[in-house]
């Protein structure tokens, strides 16, 4: 049977690369496949300390595949996948997010609501009966931390406890909560990260009331880190919105250990944020208590508002 | 919680009538949700039997929601969907067909390429840990039956012969296959159907190098039976033919005892379905041997010889 490569999203996060090497890993011992897992970019500081953890290496780069079919982990749309995508078949996806999918034949196509793509293929192996070697168990343990924020963030679903208490346990991590915490501070490192990287990371543009709002999110454990560093932010905000046209820019910096975030508003529609989440903002500025999740916390509230 | 309603494709068969019925007894009681199975027609004679075998009515009829949120089960392509799809939300699809298909959140969307939906099914409800009740059992197992034609067709997967084995057990199934020859023998009484519904029943237009191809298929104990009628059933083509616009006409008789079909071609191209399967067409009328499946035996040689 000719290589099947198993690729995730672009700018790579844990989830995805866990995904990428469970699914792989699944393919591979319940349905006969050859498959290699691949990631689209460099791994990012927190999926690099849990490959340390684990002892494991960086998957493979690339962003387009060599062979003729692929399997999609963490994303379904073609502006997230490879570049060549319209040339190979997808023979499979395990993904938690929206679906935009057409295909020729039918395919494994398994979409869930779920916390993380980790969770679903915990279940996957369940139900194939397969053994989830330690290592692959830890970065998927990993993964359910990072996408729910240790089961705090509102897109943790009753499936996540579980699998993450499972995973930990084949994966030797003694304390879930202390070792969560190592990683997502992993991840906060923002003092190596340009400005410009900070507000672009993960940003994604949403169309309100005829505007085009720009949202980007950071994790930290300190908001006022990310604070000191306004002036060259705001700058690369500004220049953001010159050159793209962006009418609003909002960017989410959020607080992992207390589960808040403050935001940063430039650009044109203060006051509709103001009354999305009925606070005032100061020179820009806003807390959210509470608030981590741009999905569930944040969009749905601007919507409504503009 | 809101009441939500599962449907089938349009043209209800045996699969689409039991996954119905099998996806709304385990989203009720895997996921808490208060659902009801529908139909958007009435059962065929194959369904009739199986729901009279084990004592079940037939699923109310309707072709549009009156709910919010609606599951789809056999199909997710709006075209074999209910009339006000784009006014619902779909919360779940179970499904085994090719995909095309987008959304505005994560869903359940679960597509293998296995047998049958049932067969999917079947092992969501063991993941699930759901027992399933002997009546749906029994439809479940019918529905495997119907799709695969008794585990022959090139459509079974190694996955359909475990599910069909213990769906058997659960619904008191001593004999499978005296079972499952008496169920498709009721559906393939044919002399209480009119030519023009025995050409359109299950009939589906395929684009091949520039000709509209329209292809149906009957399933019957005799395909003498199904020819003794060619006058009737020619007059009902050439009536297609001349209405419709198709280039070439295939009705494909299938004997599902004996695996093999015979088919009858009405219109252009009679040389280009003689070079697909390497045959020798008489008066319209040819053998294909070991052929029962449209997907996997007909369309592909079909579409390589125009």
Same mark, same amino acid.
């Given at each position: ?8 999203? #672009? ?16 393919? +591979? ?12 970019? @460099?791994?990012?500081? /927190? ?14 780069? =690339? $962003?387009?595949?060599?062979?003729? @079919? ?5 994303? +379904? /749309? *073609? *502006?997230?996948?490879?570049? +060549?995508?319209?040339?190979? $078949? ?11 999918? !057409? ?15 980790? $969770? %679903?293929?915990?279940? @996957? ?9 330690? *290592? ?6 990993? *993964? ?10 509102? $897109? ?38 340009? =400005? !410009? ?16 709002? &720009? ?17 060259? %932010? ?37 006051? #509709?944020? /103001? !009354? ?8 820009? &500025? ?17 919507? @409504?508002?503009?």
């Amino acid at each position: 049977m000719a290589k099947k490569l198993v690729f995730g999203h #672009k700018n790579p996060d844990t989830d995805t690369v866990a995904s990428a090497m469970a699914a792989s890993y699944l393919v +591979n011992h319940a349905y006969g496949e050859d498959s290699q897992a691949m990631a689209q970019g @460099e791994p990012n500081a /927190e999926t690099k300390f849990a490959l340390a953890h684990f002892g494991l290496e960086a998957l493979p780069v =690339a $962003t387009a595949a060599d062979t003729d @079919e692929v399997y999609l982990v963490d994303h +379904n /749309e *073609a *502006a997230q996948s490879i570049d +060549n995508l319209a040339d190979v $078949t997808v023979t499979g996806v395990y993904d938690h997010h929206k679906i935009d999918f !057409k295909s020729n034949a039918p395919l494994w196509f398994i979409n869930k609501p779920l916390g993380s793509v980790a $969770t %679903i293929l915990y279940y @996957e192996f369940q139900q194939a009966d397969v053994e989830i070697p330690a *290592a692959l168990a830890g970065m998927m343990a990993s *993964a359910i931390i990072s996408d729910t924020l240790l089961l705090k963030s509102p $897109t943790t679903t009753p499936q996540d406890q579980p699998a993450l208490e499972a995973l930990a346990k084949i994966a030797g991590i003694d304390d879930v909560n202390a070792y969560g915490l190592e990683l997502l501070k992993a991840g906060t490192d923002l003092s190596s990260r340009s =400005a !410009k990287d900070l507000i672009d990371g993960d940003a994604k543009s949403f169309e309100m009331g005829g505007n085009t709002v &720009r949202i980007g999110q950071v994790n930290t454990v300190d908001v006022d880190d990310v604070f000191a560093r306004r002036d060259e %932010i705001e700058a690369a905000i500004n220049e953001e919105i010159a050159a793209d046209g962006y009418d609003t820019f909002i960017l989410v910096v959020t607080n992992i250990l207390d589960s808040d975030s403050d935001i940063l508003v430039l650009g044109q529609n203060q006051d #509709k944020v /103001e !009354k999305a989440f009925n606070i005032e903002l100061t020179d820009g &500025r806003g807390s959210l208590p509470g608030v981590v999740s741009r999905k569930k916390q944040v969009v749905p509230p601007l919507t @409504e508002a503009f």
